[in-house]
């Protein structure tokens, strides 16, 4: 009989050390409350990826924020749908699941579903938005995945990978972001989403309802699906891992380099 996972929470996957080599000491969770940014390509990556951590963070008391960059006017099969009705239906169906969720503002991009391109006018924008709100912990796409992915998902995570190290860090990227009052900023945990080898896992049991609620908003992306196939989908994976454990999985990085002392300022 399978015993019952404890549910504690955050932890790392700890890889599997070489026999007879003592176990690595697990990297300490991630805790809050605090703050964070999530930085998505399409209105409804967020909530499949990781809307229970957002449900459970938001919870907790943590400022969460997303970033939207494209407005998902492609997503649709409907002879009828147009692009401009579609990105405002997307953009009304995020703005709800953020609502059910709990987070506190929405931003988006505005750019065009499948249009994004990994350049410095992306880049820039999303260093702006980081030290504008100073998160300390961002969710994005892990654009290094190797496996079949969407271009927009592998720019916005490059193109986000990138502004927090070491665009963000670095004063002299974008000064013009100082004469606006922008400082720089360290992004202290990256949590890298949909990726090959993730080694970090949030239990959201007890917020995966509330992540369903959440996905359950995007109407126009569902397929007809409603609430009681993602509960059938649960129990389906219930009976399939003999666990009613559910997580959701990131590749972690931990920056928390200590940013470099500044001179004393000459004269
Ligand atoms: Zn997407």
Redesign the pocket.
Known sequence: MTQPQPRDGERPILAQPPSGAAPPEPPSPITGPSSAMVIV??P??AEFLCGGTVAKWCAEGWEVRYVVVTNGDKGSHDPSMHPEKLAAIREEEQRQACRVLGVKECIFLGYPDGFTSDDHELREQIVRLLRRYRPEVVITWDGFRRSFN?R??RIVGMAAADAIYPLVRDRLFYPRHEEEGLEAHQVNEVLLAGATDPDYEVDITDYWHVKVEAILCHQSQLGGRQREDFLRMREEQHRREGSDRIVERFRRWSIRRPVPAQPPARG
């Open positions: 390509a399409h409804d990556d969407h927009d998902h």
